[in-house]
């Protein structure tokens, strides 16, 4: 042991008077021991010299020992806080700093200073001023040392966790701050008293021991504390509690995450199914969206209990731990709840509905509920808030949390309207877009071909698929329509725009086409006729060629039909003969009996109302078995964009495809082409010809001479009989001697007789004059005028159609016999 006056010159020298010094020699062993030590350790001298220093610390820091030293060899010294072991067993921490104590010439020795509970006046600042400074300030205040224990702290860091500071002394950061992820922040502050850097404005959240359900938001500053020669002592550190600040952040983040991601389609479920996603995770734990049956129909939403006392509502969205279990592509299931429980209660009131833990009472409407927790943790908190929009109540919204997270409050209940009130806007936006869809839907399809009229002259079959939710209903049409002479028209349009406006003018437009081709006019006149009706239409109602451009604003204006596009083709089944013309729409394709797909090379019209050149019309002739299909631009698009070379090719490979029935191969095309949801709707028209037998049509040159009526009459009369028709003779004859007996008369040039005998017994005088016989009501005094008006008594049907060389007067009977 060391003499009292080496002690006195050592603790002059290190100026500790507060201090239990020691002397150590360079193996750790203890060499001199003063009276200050033993009243702090309570081992007399002849105990306590001879000692290792680790002898002296409890199993912990004993280990310790050699790193300390080798630390005090390489830097000069050392300071930190160890665990001592009294002579009677009981740890007590000290504060213990090393220093050289090499005299010169002499043995390696090293001066130990201890004191208890860190008071040693080593460091830069003492725990008195530290307590007179900072110990009642409202920020959680700690000195940890190069060990990251706990030196000091202040009462107000025991809100976050750990209790009073004299419970953290010589603790680890990790032992009172577990709800703070203590291995990132003791990153922090080794990289602290690495660098000398000070961090400032760290944050973390995570959850402490004094509110294990309540996540809580805290920002740390670290900064280096370094001894009078510049080594590291420790680290000064605070502790913010910005919880309200980041819930702040949090809320907002979700609100504009709602914003960007909800709403994004005029589709009910999936507008609903976007919320429930939203909401989870960041806001609960599971999601369960309810509406009333009549909000997904597009009607107006009202609430009366079903059978057995339960008010039914459809589940449209729902996410929980299991995923999302309702989808915009499936039937949303149909939930009860009880009448009087707390969901049918908000639908009734408009207000929301808490509970922290959903109790007992709650037995009757639970099951409907995801599952979040379970018996061995205890029952979830719920939040109930309806789904309100412009005054109407259209479902309610469930929110559920884990029974270890933290439970609704007030805060989370207004948070929850507002996001729910946004959603609703979105989901009462879809509603009412579903009734108007609806409607236009309605609309459209009551104004299109029911059924397409039986006819011999082709087998024809036809698809139509509206365009998506987004887009809304187009104005795609197709139509079929029985000519004269066994011919047929086939038609296909399309208007732009959509909606009702859309729906209604392609009513107007396929309307006023049938009118037209009632005249039995050339394809390229009936267009014509057409463009001249919906530029007149338009100007009528103010609207003008330039509302091509504007497509559906054109609709929105009443001129929706400027801009439309049409193709219109007349097939012949006598001789194969396809007439064809189109306005600003695409030509239609031809699959030849081999299966060669080709594309009529067609003049292209301007749309109709748009003005332009003439329409032109060609003119080919088909195979029987070809099959000629008529299509809307749809039909080529891919998505929202149109190229006619791909979008062709496309089409080809598609009609190459063989298919049992026609009917089977038109929806065949339509699946292959087009989306479930197409951007645009798409209408497709496939008719295969069919060619009426040389022995079904007979025809005869006429002199024009009276006396060739009588021949005329025998020669029809004989035809009959040949194709059993005899039946028919008395009227046909009276038909062919009035129709043959005016063109002579009246008309110039060759007269042909022409009978054909299809699904109707048709009559047809072709001569040279240029006027069209008109149907005269005679006086009972008038010898003449009666002729047309007894081919119109004993016809279903007759009229006239001019062409090239003159004009045909025609007249149809049904072969059953005479209508009268």
């Known amino acids: 042991m060391g003499t009292q006056d080496e002690d006195g010159a050592a603790r002059r020298r290190f100026d500790v008077a507060d201090a239990a010094p020691l002397l150590l020699d360079g193996r750790g062993v203890v060499t001199s021991w003063t009276r200050d030590a033993e009243r702090l350790l309570g081992y007399p001298a002849a105990e306590a010299v001879g000692k290792d220093l680790a002898g002296l610390l409890a199993h912990g820091d004993a280990a310790r020992v050699p790193d300390v030293l080798e630390q005090c060899r390489r830097d000069g010294g050392w300071a930190g806080l160890l665990s001592a072991r009294r002579r009677d067993g009981q740890p007590i921490p000290v504060m213990a700093r090393i220093t050289s104590a090499d005299e010169p010439g002499g043995p390696s020795r090293w001066l130990v200073l201890l004191n208890e509970r860190g008071d040693a006046p080593g460091w830069a600042m003492s725990r008195t001023v530290l307590e007179q400074m900072v110990g009642d300030s409202p920020i959680g205040i700690a000195v940890v040392d190069t060990d990251l224990r706990f030196v000091w702290s202040n009462a107000a860091l025991a809100r976050f ?108 479920a999936r507008t609903a199914q976007e919320l429930a996603d939203v909401a989870v995770s960041g806001f609960a734990d599971a999601v369960t969206v309810d509406l009333l049956e009549a909000v997904l129909r597009g ?7 079903a059978q057995g006392g339960a008010v039914a509502l459809r589940r449209v969205g729902q996410q929980s731990p299991r995923g999302p279990e309702a989808t915009a592509d499936t039937d949303p299931p149909v939930v009860a709840y009880p009448v009087g429980s707390p969901p049918v209660s908000c639908l009734a009131t408009g207000r929301p509905w808490r509970a922290e833990r959903l109790g007992p009472d709650a037995e009757d409407w639970r099951p409907v509920l995801p599952v979040v927790g379970g018996e061995h943790v205890g029952p979830p908190s719920v939040l109930v808030v309806p789904v309100r929009a412009r005054g109407a109540t259209l479902g309610v919204t469930t929110f559920l949390r884990h029974p270890t997270q933290e439970p609704f409050d007030e805060d989370d209940v207004v948070l929850a309207e507002d996001l729910v009130s946004r959603a609703a806007v979105c989901v009462d936006n879809a509603r009412r877009y579903t009734r108007e869809r609806d409607a236009a839907l309605v609309l459209q399809r009551s104004l299109l071909p029911h059924r397409l009229p039986e006819q ?56 006023a086409v049938r009118t037209l081709a009632a005249l039995d006019l050339p394809p390229e006149e009936v267009l014509a006729h ?24 054109a609709a929105a204006e009443g001129a929706a039909a400027v801009g439309s596009g049409c193709v219109y083709v007349v097939y012949d089944p006598v001789d194969g003969r396809c007439t064809m013309a189109t306005a600003g729409h695409p030509a239609p394709a031809v699959v030849l009996p081999d299966g060669t797909v080709s594309f009529v090379d067609l003049p292209q019209g301007p749309p109709l109302g748009a003005g332009g050149p003439p329409f032109e019309s060609a003119v080919l002739r088909l195979l029987p078995d070809s099959t000629i299909a008529l299509h809307t631009d749809g039909l080529l698009a891919r998505g929202e964009e149109w190229a006619l070379d ?175």
């Open 161 to 268: 966790g750990g209790g009073p500071p004299e419970r953290r002394l010589g603790l680890r950061f990790a032992d009172v701050q577990p709800g703070l992820d203590a291995e990132a922040v003791e990153v922090q502050m080794r990289h602290v008293l690495e660098s000398g850097e000070t961090v400032v404005g760290y944050e973390h959240v995570g959850r402490v021991r004094a509110a294990p359900h309540r996540e809580t938001a805290h920002m740390l500053t670290f900064t280096r504390l370094d001894d009078d020669h510049g080594h590291p002592m420790g680290v000064y550190y605070t502790v913010v509690d910005i919880t309200d600040r980041h819930r702040a952040r949090q809320r907002l983040a979700l609100l504009d995450r709602a914003g960007r991601r909800i709403g994004r389609s005029l589709d009910i």
């Open 299 to 305: 009607a107006e939403p009202t609430t009366e209990p």
């Open 456 to 511: 011999g002259a082709v087998e024809v079959a036809a698809c139509y698929r509206p365009a998506d939710v987004l887009t809304g209903v187009g104005g795609d049409w197709y139509d079929l329509i029985p000519l004269s002479g066994a011919r047929v028209a086939l038609v296909v349009g399309e208007v732009p725009g959509h909606g009702i406006d859309a729906a209604a003018a392609m009513g107007q437009l396929r309307t």
């Open 530 to 553: 057409l463009d001249d009706l919906v530029a007149r239409t338009a100007r009528e109602e103010g609207a003008g060629p330039e509302a091509v451009v504007g497509g559906a604003g």
């Open 646 to 820: 791909t979008g062709r090719e496309r089409l080809r490979r598609a009609l190459e495809r063989q298919a049992s029935t026609l009917d089977l191969r038109c929806r065949g095309v339509i699946d292959v082409l087009v989306p479930d949801r197409p951007h645009d709707d798409v209408a497709l028209l496939m008719a295969r010809t069919r060619r009426l037998s040389p022995d079904r049509v007979a025809d005869w040159e006429l002199p024009a001479d009276p006396a060739a009526v009588a021949e005329a009459r025998k020669a029809a009369s004989r035809r009959l009989a040949d194709w059993g028709l005899a039946e028919l003779s008395f009227t046909t004859e009276l038909v062919v001697s009035e129709l043959v007996t005016n063109a002579i008369r009246y008309a110039t040039g060759p007269i042909r007789l022409r009978l054909i005998h299809e699904r109707a017994l048709v009559c047809e005088v072709h001569d040279g004059g240029a006027t069209a016989p008109h149907l005269r009501h005679p006086r009972a005094t008038d010898e003449g005028g009666r002729g047309l008006l007894l081919v119109s008594q004993v016809s279903r049907r007759w009229g006239t159609r001019f062409v090239p060389d003159g004009k045909i007067i025609w007249a149809e009977q049904s072969l059953t016999g005479p209508e009268v």
